[in-house]
């Protein structure tokens, strides 16, 4: 009986060390070595100072002058109200299909986007744009998402459209490994580009 118990003993200490401890090593070690930039966050920075990180969403909403991401639903930790982008609170509506308030929503971006865009249809707007992500942190938008924007950004920013679309278009990121997924827009990444190229002093790194 001791026997037995003494062997239960030794190995669950051991597969506690080789599982909380040596897998978590070796894993932050092969992180480090072959994916440093993801793994310590992708940090991106702009005249010295951490301003996002590329792989979580932010919101943009609120600014006319600059291109926005997927809606996002999540909700603050404290208050339990809507806070788009609270990388603290990923997770999504949670609404189905006819909810009513899912349709409000759907409803409501629709008419921010005709109401902001010039020559914007509601046939042009993707789906994606006006229903939120199942993480409420997706940085991602597909090419044809962020050129429907182009007219509202001209508009707001005095640049030219076709400048624009030359600045959307050096930003595709193609598939992953060249297989998975679409050619899609880093939303952060492009509003960095356009922040700079609006303010040329500032170098962002």
Do not use: C
């Not at 070690?29 to 010295?48: D, E, H, M, R």
């Amino acid at each position: 009986m001791l026997l037995t118990l003494k062997r239960a003993v030794v190995v669950t200490v051991l597969l506690w060390i080789i599982l909380a401890f040596g897998f978590t090593f070796v894993m932050v070690g092969l992180g480090q070595v072959f994916f440093p930039y993801q793994a310590n966050g992708s940090i991106v920075t702009l005249k010295g100072r951490t301003i996002a990180a590329r792989h979580v969403g932010q919101n943009f909403g609120n600014t006319l002058q600059y291109f926005w991401g997927r809606p996002s639903a999540t909700v603050s930790l404290t208050t339990g109200k809507r806070e788009p982008d609270n990388a603290l609170n990923s997770g999504a509506s949670n609404y189905g299909p006819t909810n009513a308030l899912l349709l409000q929503d759907i409803r409501r971006r629709i008419h921010h986007y005709l109401n902001t865009t010039p020559g914007l249809s509601i046939h042009q707007i993707p789906v994606s744009l006006v229903a939120s992500s199942g993480s409420g942190l997706d940085p991602d938008i597909t090419v044809a998402s962020a050129l429907i924007q182009v007219p509202r950004v001209a508009k707001y920013t005095g640049l030219s459209q076709s400048r624009l679309r030359q600045l959307v278009l050096s930003k595709v990121l193609p598939p992953d490994l060249g297989l998975f997924g679409p050619a899609r827009i880093n939303v952060v990444l492009l509003n960095v580009a356009l922040y700079q190229l609006l303010h040329p002093q500032s170098p962002a790194e």
